[in-house]
């Protein structure tokens, strides 16, 4: 399994593209494990910090009810 932002050889994660972020959360809001997504170690970090971003920012939630 290749890392999905290798193929698409991608430089950033944007904290703005939601519809992107929320491909990689689960149902409760948990950033999913790399082991399950596909992407690499250097993706998965920009990954965590989009996401941390992007719920501070209140574009996405803390924690889904």
Known sequence: MQCFFCSQNSKTIDYKEVELLERFI????KI???KYTGTCAK?????AKAIKRARIMGLLPFVKR
């Open 43 to 47: 993706h998965q970090r920009m990954l």
């Open 32 to 34: 999913i494990a790399p």
């Open 26 to 29: 689960s149902s409760q809001a």
